[in-house]
C-alpha cells in the first residue's frame, strides 16, 4: 500500500502505485483538458506529484508537449537565472564487492585495473583540481569495506579539505558512496560533507534484484531507505538519481518522484539535487546489453518534466552525455555539470595513460574546464564556483525555503558573479578571460548600482575564506 510517509521501502515506492500511475498516465495521454489543467500546476511553480509528472511524460499531444518544453525552459530561469554550478568527481578507489552487473567496478570484473589513492596521490589529484579551477567536487568510490572503509573516505575528505595550493581550495566535498549505517552518515556529516549523494540506479524492485545479484548493494530496502538514514544521521542534503537504461524510464520517473515526495513527507525537505546519468559502454559492460536505453529526446522530455515537477531541487548532468545533449538539457532545467571529469582511480594526473583501464565509464564530454566555461558563457549562461549555501548553512529546508520563494536568486547570482570572476583571474585561459570580463559586466548592468557595494562586500565574506580584492 502506497504511504509516502512509511519508513518502509517497500511502502514509499509502492509498485502497485507506480503500475497505477503508468496505466493512468497512459489512459490519459491525450486528454487536453486534463495535460492543460496539470500544465496550469507547474506554472504556478508549486510543483507536481508523480501522477501528474508521468501525465506530462506521456502526453502524445504535440502542441502540449511543445508547452511542456516551454515551460521547463522558464521555471528553470525563474528559479536559477542564467547560473550553472560547476563541479569535478574525484574517484578515490574502484575496488569494490558488489556484483552490480552495469558496472565495471563488479567484483568478478577481472580486467579493470584495481586502484586506491593513497593521502599522497589525494594530495596530487586534488592539487590538479583546484589548478583547473574547481572548488567542488564530488567524492566516488566502490563498496569495499576492507579496501574503502568509512575511516579512509573520512581522512580522504579531511586531506582534501586541508590543501591549500596557490588560490586554490576545495570548499564542498559532496560524497557518492555506497548506502550505510546512520553512525556512519553522522561521521560524514561532522566531517563537513555538501550533499550525501546515492544514485538508486532502479526502483524496480525486481530489476533491481537481478541488476545487483551479489554484495551489501543487492539490498533494495537497504538501498532505498538510505536517504533516510542519512536525514536521520544530520545530512539534510541528499541527492537522488536514477542510472537510466536499466529499467523503463516511465517507472523510473514515478518512482524517483514518488521518494522525493516521501522525504518531504517525513523530514520536511526534498531531495537537494537528482541526477540523471544514462547508461554507459565500460570495461565489461555493453550498454547494448540493457533494453531501455532511451534517445536523446525522450532524455531532454525526462529532465524537462522533472524540473516541473520539483522546480527547487538542483538537476545533474555529467560529463557522460555529449555537447549537444547537455546543451539541449541546460535550457530545459539542468542546473549542476561537470567539466574536465575523468572517472578513472587518479586519472587528473595521468591523462588516461594506454594501461590503464581503472575508468567507470567512457566519458562523451571531453573537454577541459576551461573549453566548458567559455562554451556555456558562450551560450549566455553564467557558470558558477560557488559553495555558499553550505558553509553558510543555506541547507536543508532553510534552502528548500528560500528556494520555493525563489529567494535563492538573490543570494546565488552575486556570488555566482564573484566566484566567475575567482576562477577568471586565476584559471582562465586569456580568450575565457575576455569574454567572462564582458559576461560579467553585463551583468552587473542588471543589478542596481546602489546594491552593488553591499553585494560584493557582503558577497565576498559569504563566499571567501580571505579578503581577496575584487574589482568588478
Ligand atoms: N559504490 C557507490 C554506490 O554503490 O552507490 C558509488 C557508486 S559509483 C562510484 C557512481 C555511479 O556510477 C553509480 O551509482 C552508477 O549509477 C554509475 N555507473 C556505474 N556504472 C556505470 C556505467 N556503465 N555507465 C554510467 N554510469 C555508471
Known amino acids: 500500500m502506497y504511504d509516502p510517509k512509511s519508513l518502509k521501502a517497500e511502502e514509499f515506492i509502492d509498485h502497485g502505485e507506480v503500475m497505477e500511475t503508468l496505466a493512468w498516465a497512459e489512459q490519459n495521454k491525450t486528454d487536453a483538458g486534463l495535460i492543460g489543467r496539470v500544465l496550469e500546476k507547474a506554472r504556478a511553480s508549486s510543483g507536481l506529484n508523480h501522477r501528474e509528472a508521468a501525465l506530462l511524460l506521456d502526453c502524445a499531444l504535440p502542441d502540449k508537449n511543445e508547452e511542456i518544453l516551454a515551460l521547463a525552459r522558464q521555471i528553470k530561469l525563474d528559479f536559477y537565472g542564467n547560473r550553472i554550478v560547476m563541479f569535478a568527481p574525484l574517484y578515490l578507489s574502484n575496488y569494490c564487492v558488489n556484483g552490480c552487473v552495469y558496472c565495471p567496478y563488479h567484483r568478478t570484473n577481472k580486467t579493470i585495473s584495481r586502484k586506491k589513492l593513497t593521502q599522497e596521490d589525494i594530495v596530487r589529484e586534488v592539487t590538479a583540481l583546484q589548478d583547473m579551477g574547481h572548488k567542488r567536487l564530488a567524492l566516488e568510490a566502490g563498496e569495499h569495506p576492507k579496501m574503502n572503509p568509512l575511516e579512509y573516505i573520512l581522512e580522504s575528505i579531511g586531506t582534501i579539505y586541508s590543501i591549500k595550493h596557490a588560490n586554490g581550495a576545495i570548499r564542498r ?140 531541487t538542483g538537476l545533474i548532468v555529467s560529463t557522460r552525455e555529449n555537447q549537444a545533449c547537455r546543451e539541449k538539457v541546460l535550457a530545459l532545467g539542468v542546473s549542476q555539470i561537470s567539466g574536465g571529469s575523468r572517472t578513472s582511480v587518479g586519472g587528473y594526473l595521468e591523462k588516461e595513460p594506454e594501461d590503464d583501464n581503472s575508468a567507470q565509464f567512457e566519458v562523451s564530454d571531453t573537454r577541459t574546464l576551461d573549453e566548458v566555461v567559455n562554451w556555456l558563457m558562450r551560450l549566455g549562461y553564467l557558470p558558477s564556483f560557488c559553495t555558499a549555501c553550505y558553509r553558510e548553512g543555506r541547507t536543508g529546508d532553510r534552502f528548500m525555503s528560500l528556494c520555493k520563494a525563489k529567494q535563492i536568486q538573490n543570494c546565488c547570482h552575486p556570488n555566482a558573479i564573484i566566484t566567475l570572476k575567482e576562477y577568471l583571474e586565476d584559471y582562465a585561459t ?43
Open 173 to 312: 566535498v559532496n560524497v557518492n558512496i555506497a548506502a550505510t549505517t546512520v553512525e556512519d552518515y553522522r561521521r560524514l556529516r561532522d566531517a563537513g560533507i555538501g550533499t550525501y549523494i546515492l544514485f538508486q540506479e532502479t526502483y524496480h524492485r525486481a530489476s533491481y534484484g537481478q541488476l545487483h545479484p551479489t554484495g551489501p548493494k543487492h539490498d533494495y530496502a537497504w538501498h532505498t531507505e538510505a536517504m533516510d538514514r542519512a536525514m536521520a544521521g544530520g545530512l539534510d542534503d541528499v541527492g537522488l538519481g536514477v542510472l537510466f537504461g536499466l529499467e523503463f524510464h516511465r517507472y523510473e520517473l514515478a518512482a524517483v518522484l514518488m521518494h522525493a515526495e516521501h522525504l518531504e513527507a517525513v523530514h520536511g525537505v526534498g531531495p537537494h539535487t537528482i541526477s540523471v546519468p544514462r547508461l554507459r559502454r565500460a570495461d565489461d559492460v555493453d550498454p547494448d546489453a540493457f533494453q531501455h536505453g532511451i534517445d536523446d529526446d525522450t532524455f531532454a522530455k525526462l529532465v524537462a518534466v522533472i524540473r516541473l515537477a520539483v522546480p527547487y
Open 430 to 472: 586569456p580568450e575565457t578571460r575576455k569574454l567572462g570580463e564582458d559576461l560579467i559586466a553585463r551583468e552587473m548592468g542588471n543589478i542596481p548600482k546602489e546594491k552593488i557595494r553591499t553585494l560584493v562586500t557582503s558577497y565576498l565574506s559569504d563566499i571567501h575564506d580571505g579578503a581577496r580584492d575584487f574589482r568588478i
